[in-house]
T-cell receptor
Framework: NAGVTQTPKFRVLKTGQSMTLLCAQDMNHEYMYWYRQDPGMGLRLIHYSVGEGTTAKGEVPDGYNVSRLKKQNFLLGLESAAPSQTSVYFC??????????FGPGTRLTVT | SQQGEEDPQALSIQEGENATMNCSYKTSINNLQWYRQNSGRGLVHLIL?????REKHSGRLRVTLDTSKKSSSLLITASRAADTASYFC?????????????FGQGTILTVHP
């Protein structure tokens, strides 16, 4: 089992460019989450999903969109990247409200 | 906003010593979890304690929860250099929160060989 995987691992964007981060899990989890982590801070929830075809806003959703077309995949999109979105992005999944399993992260720099 | 606040922000100890980290939170919870993050890696779940539990053990880890004080502590006994990492507490509200967690800012633990 690969657990939770994220693609890509690193990316550099210019202001205004768009990109999509892909998260995949092979644990048949219903719940999936996208977080961002900034230096010296804990994780902040961007968006989450409680099942295929459903998404909901988290604590810091502005500037991001998500989709969950397949149960195993959760995509995070940046339509027009801004320097404030420079961060490390983590995807996680869980079985209901128990422990979350995290991916290795995507380090994004917006110049 | 961050639910949990962790104390201390950084902790430096010698191998073999015990490490204690504390977490305080503001609103009622269903469960509290502790995670470890090695530098440049994702978070790894360590232990979950439910709101009706007061203490839980897992190997060298001991977690306590005091819901009246809205606080938790994580004790790592007989620390090893490999325990060097950031440790985060996260609170879950249960119910219709759909497993959402609110993370603290973390404690950076350095264990010197």
């Amino acid at each position: 089992n690969a657990g939770v995987t994220q693609t890509p691992k690193f990316r550099v964007l210019k202001t205004g460019q768009s990109m999509t981060l892909l998260c995949a899990q092979d644990m048949n989890h219903e719940y999936m989450y996208w977080y961002r982590q900034d230096p010296g801070m804990g994780l902040r929830l961007i968006h989450y999903s409680v099942g295929e075809g459903t998404t909901a806003k988290g604590e810091v959703p502005d500037g991001y969109n998500v989709s969950r077309l397949k149960k195993q995949n959760f995509l995070l999109g940046l339509e027009s990247a801004a320097p404030s979105q420079t961060s490390v992005y983590f995807c996680a999944s869980s079985y209901e409200s128990w422990e979350q399993y995290f991916g290795p992260g995507t380090r994004l720099t917006v110049t | 906003s961050q639910q949990g606040e962790e104390d201390p922000q950084a902790l430096s100890i010698q191998e073999g010593e015990n490490a204690t980290m504390n977490c305080s939170y503001k609103t009622s919870i269903n469960n509290l979890q502790w995670y470890r993050q090695n530098s440049g890696r994702g978070l790894v779940h360590l232990i979950l304690i439910r709101s009706n539990e007061r203490e839980k053990h897992s190997g060298r880890l001991r977690v306590t929860l005091d819901t009246s004080k809205k606080s938790s502590s994580l004790l790592i006994t007989a620390s090893r250099a490999a325990d060097t990492a950031s440790y985060f507490c996260a609170t879950g509200a249960g119910g219709t929160s759909y497993g959402k967690l609110t993370f603290g800012q973390g404690t950076i633990l350095t264990v010197h060989p």
